[in-house]
């Protein structure tokens, strides 16, 4: 027994108490002192979060800025963006300023174009600035913009059967960006048009950015949604309108084709095409001769392209 006792406190640290165990003499305690709160998530190189966040602003450089919820109103953020919307006269309803803001001429001259407009001037901290933007990059500024109404394809075609000149739409398939889709709106107005039809789903809407895009004419010209495309181009052909697909392999060419009746212009997307239904749908396919090896035009380009032809052609018959 006493062998044991002597070789048990053997074992024990020199200068400790029967009982205690040998710690590090609080080296590690010393070791994490001073080094401060330890950052978030979005500021750890090596987090997740960080690179979700890298992610999105990069994602958010490269398109406008924007945030539209779902059936309610769409709030156009930065101060460039804001001022060129309150220039086109895109419809607002508030303008909101951040509080305690350093406000530039862009913010002032859109102070001054919204109380010109009768558009209501709100004050607005920070954080509700932030709940409304996309990624927080919203200057202290920020536009809030009614969801656009759009005309029943019914009464879209009623319109114009009634307008006393043969019907002129545009269609428009796999077209997701809003630039394209404000571009049309405005070739269609300005070549005599009857109006534009959309699909409700996988689309570019009447956004802020398509609105300023049309420069205007999008207070117009209607634009219609349709639930199924297909069936609502169908219903068209029904009323004697002829369905125009545009392709660059098309079996008629521009210089061809007689413009001047009933017709339906149906466009799809330079990469994506027309979609296998609804080019099985269209009465013709219809191709632009072009120069050169420029194999395709931008949709919007090659809207306005067939739009001058056709409000050319009716104007001579």
Not at 143 to 170: C, F, K, N
Request: contains cysteine; aromatic residues 4%; hydrophobic residues 40%.
């Amino acid at each position: 027994m006493a062998g044991n006792s002597k070789r048990r406190g053997a074992i024990r640290k020199e200068g400790t108490k029967k009982g205690q165990v040998a710690g590090s003499g609080g080296q590690r305690r010393r070791g994490l002192e001073g080094r401060g709160a330890t950052p978030k998530a979005v500021d750890r190189p090596y987090h997740p979060a960080h690179k979700r966040a890298n992610a999105n602003a990069k994602r958010a450089a490269g398109r406008p800025n924007t945030r539209k919820s779902e059936g309610g109103p769409e709030y156009v953020v930065g101060r460039n963006p804001v001022l060129e919307c309150l220039r086109a006269g895109v419809p607002a309803t508030a303008l909101y300023v951040a509080i305690n803001s350093d406000p530039d001429d862009r913010v002032s001259e859109s102070v001054a174009l919204a109380a010109d407009k009768g558009i209501a001037i709100l004050e607005a901290t920070k954080p509700e600035l932030d709940r409304i933007s996309i990624n927080g990059l919203h200057q202290g500024v920020a536009l809030q913009v009614p969801e656009y109404r759009y005309t029943h394809p019914d009464d879209l075609m009623a319109q114009a059967q009634a307008s006393g000149t043969p019907p002129l739409l545009v269609a428009l398939d796999n077209i997701t960006d809003p630039r394209n889709l404000g571009a049309v709106i405005r070739s269609v107005a300005a070549f005599g048009g009857h109006g534009v039809l959309i699909p409700q789903r996988r689309s570019a809407s009447v956004t802020a950015v398509a609105w300023r895009t049309s420069a205007g004419a999008a207070a117009r010209l209607p634009v219609a949604q349709a639930t199924n495309l297909t069936r609502t181009l169908k219903d068209w052909a029904s009323n004697g309108v002829q369905l125009v697909g545009l392709d660059a392999g098309g079996d008629v060419t521009l210089d061809e084709y007689d413009g001047s009746g009933p017709t339906v212009i149906v466009v799809g997307s330079e990469g994506k095409g027309l979609s296998r239904l609804v080019r099985e749908s269209c009465d013709s396919i219809l191709s632009i001769p072009m120069a050169g090896e420029v194999e395709s035009l931008n949709a919007s380009v090659a809207a306005g392209v067939v739009l001058a032809e056709f409000a050319r052609q009716r104007r001579l018959s």
